[in-house]
């Protein structure tokens, strides 16, 4: 563990399938963000916490949509991990103890670079200022070559020019004090990985001892960031989706592999990396066979990332794959890649991390807690193995040696001796061993099987990240009949609402059938939102800015007919459909399973 790897990859090429992102276009676009969070704060996404003590950067509350929304990610992420995988969820403390994290090499080595500025005071994180100013490589720079890089630059918050300063390690675990008097250190958890390694020995038995096993959780993470000023792309207390899948060292083919064999990803490798080139789109199979991706686990979860991340609404123009570099990949890893998402404000950002941890972190918690973190496996024919053995004496060595004979019989053992026999030293003493104290047996010995240490591959995303990047990805503008329409494209199973239901007029009974109909969708577990207020128009408007995909409108002929006007949000098309069976036709959209243009 050291520095970790910048933010977003300063490429000059910014180009994915064909699609085109300059440095130009993100400037120009640069205020998208703002419009998105301005959306997020004002309908209930995303809101600053505590803003009455005035918030603390890095950190964030989800408002009622967001958290549905985020709920929603989350569930996508369950669908393909835990019903798809069979990888089953576990949940362990957001709080552990001092030698998970001594094992893990948190504590040593979790930090960032840090300096302050003489001139403002601010801490700044000293390898973003020079990545800021396009050096490349800044997070593996060490502290005094940093220094010297960043001494001309300006700081980012007063702008004077830095001059000589410290560069320094800051950990960004937040420590604490576990029971009353600070008895025992504790910190809370920088990743969510961990609980599922110290768990490693419990869920081999709930596995039934056989490899390859997964496991999953979701929850929240805590990092004391030294300067986050990138909203919900770095917080400081912030939800990770992980898996483990435990593998054998030497079976890395994923079983499922043929789903993905053909998938196409674009990959930015290290040689396009170190040559400047666009990503190259690989199917997996091919990427596996020319050594571009280590192995078929690791190809499986970058094509799997790449079909959740599209199935939730990010663009797949705006994906791509980035290997690490060596410079910058743990020394344990095998291999290591980034899904990065491209954002108009923030460039490519890290949001899932795939890796081949190796054997690492099961031989780390081994070591440090001396129990067993390996597998029993058992061979398909047991070995036979010819071994010789020594045998002691002990009706001799017992009289001849009496209170010394135990430890003279496991001298002799230790030192294997041939027929003609050996000398020992005996509490310093040189003690002459003849062949009759011992015989040497040959013996054929059956070996069942063999113990080994699991490698570990780990998909991991951020939560957060996935959010953002998913409202920024299906956040439109567009000018309907002279009107500016704001609409969130959101995916119907990633929408926190999934349906609005409106009487057209407040009166002549229309409320009543509208807040019936209302009831029948909750009834049938849809998420639907009653609303009389305003006129017709601004009440679509309304919805599509949240992005519920559909809308029933009850008017006058509902009571002749019972018939209601459903709208759809990405159209704007209206069709009449009855409203006997609309809860189970509205379900049937949202789960894709039919189409608005077949009603
Ligand atoms: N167990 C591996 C691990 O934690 P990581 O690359 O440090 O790997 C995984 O984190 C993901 O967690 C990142 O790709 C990112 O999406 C998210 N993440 C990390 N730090 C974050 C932060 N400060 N704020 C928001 N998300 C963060």
């Known amino acids: ?335 290591c890649w980034d899904a990065e998402i491209f954002s108009e404000r923030f460039g490519w950002v890290e949001t899932v991390g795939i890796a081949d941890r190796t054997d690492y972190d099961l031989r780390a918690h081994e070591r440090q807690s001396g129990e067993r973190f390996s597998v029993f496996i058992p061979f398909e024919t047991p070995l036979k193995e010819r071994r010789v053995r020594v045998v002691p004496d002990m009706g001799t060595l017992g009289p001849r040696f009496r209170g010394k004979a135990k430890e003279v019989a496991e001298a002799i053992c230790a030192s294997a001796p041939g027929p003609e026999g050996v000398t020992l030293t005996i509490d310093g003493e040189a003690v002459q061993i003849s062949p009759d104290l011992y015989e040497i047996r040959e013996e054929v010995v059956e070996i069942p099987g063999m113990d080994i240490t699991p490698h570990v591959i780990e998909p991991s995303y951020g939560i957060d990240r996935m959010i953002y990047a998913v409202l920024e990805h299906t956040y439109h503008e567009e000018m309907v009949e002279d009107e500016e329409r704001r609409v969130l494209r959101l995916p119907p199973s990633v929408a926190p609402l999934k349906v609005a239901v409106f009487p057209l007029m407040n009166r002549d009974g229309l409320p009543e059938i509208a807040r019936e109909i209302a009831e029948e969708m909750r009834k049938g577990n849809i998420v639907a939102e009653y609303d009389d207020s305003g006129a017709i128009g601004r009440r679509y408007r309304r919805q599509d800015e949240v992005g519920t995909p559909f809308a029933v409108t009850v008017d006058y002929d509902t009571k002749e007919d019972r018939t209601v006007t459903l709208r759809d949000r990405d159209s704007m098309r209206q069709v009449r459909v009855p409203v006997d069976g609309l809860a189970r036709c509205i379900r049937s959209l949202i789960e894709g399973e039919s189409h608005f243009s077949e009603l």
């Open 1 to 335: 563990m050291g520095a970790r790897p910048p933010l977003h990859h300063q490429s000059h090429h910014l180009f994915v399938c064909g699609e085109q992102y300059k440095q130009k276009t993100v400037i120009a676009m640069s205020d998208i963000y703002d419009k998105i969070m301005d959306l997020a704060k004002r309908r209930g996404f995303i809101w600053p916490t505590s803003e009455c003590y005035g918030s603390v950067a890095g950190f964030i509350d989800y408002g009622p949509l967001g958290s549905m929304m985020k709920r929603n990610i989350e569930n996508a992420w369950r669908r393909f991990y835990v019903v798809g995988e069979g990888y089953y969820e576990i949940e362990c403390p957001t709080i552990g103890q001092e030698d998970i994290f001594i094992a893990s090499g948190h504590v040593k080595g979790f930090s960032d670079t840090m300096c302050q500025c003489p001139h403002c005071r601010e801490y700044l994180r000293a390898d973003h200022v020079a990545e800021a100013h396009h050096v490349s490589g800044a997070s593996t720079l060490k502290n005094e070559e940093l220094a010297r890089v960043i001494c001309t630059l300006p700081c980012p918050a007063c702008e004077e020019v830095l001059g000589p300063v410290e560069v320094f390690n800051f950990n960004l675990m937040f420590q604490t004090s576990i029971g009353p008097g600070s008895q025992r250190r504790g910190y809370l958890r920088p990743e969510t990985a961990q609980g599922m390694f110290t768990d490693f020995q419990r869920l081999l038995r709930f596995y039934r001892d056989k490899l390859p096993f997964g496991t999953v959780q979701i929850g929240k993470s805590f990092r004391n960031e030294i300067s986050p000023r990138q909203g919900m792309i770095r917080l400081r207390e912030f939800t990770q989706a992980e898996a483990e899948i435990f593998v054998h060292p030497e079976a890395k083919d994923h079983p499922q592999f043929s789903r993905y064999d053909g998938y196409l990803v674009p990959l930015l490798g290290i040689s396009q990396q170190r040559d400047n080139l666009p990503p190259v789109l690989y199917g997996m199979g091919r990427a596996v066979r020319e050594g571009i991706v280590a192995n078929e686990y690791v190809a499986y979860y970058l094509a799997l990332t790449h079909e959740l991340l599209v199935s939730i609404g990010v663009n797949p123009a705006k994906l791509r794959f980035r290997q690490h570099l060596p410079d910058e990949r743990a020394h344990y890893a095998e291999d």
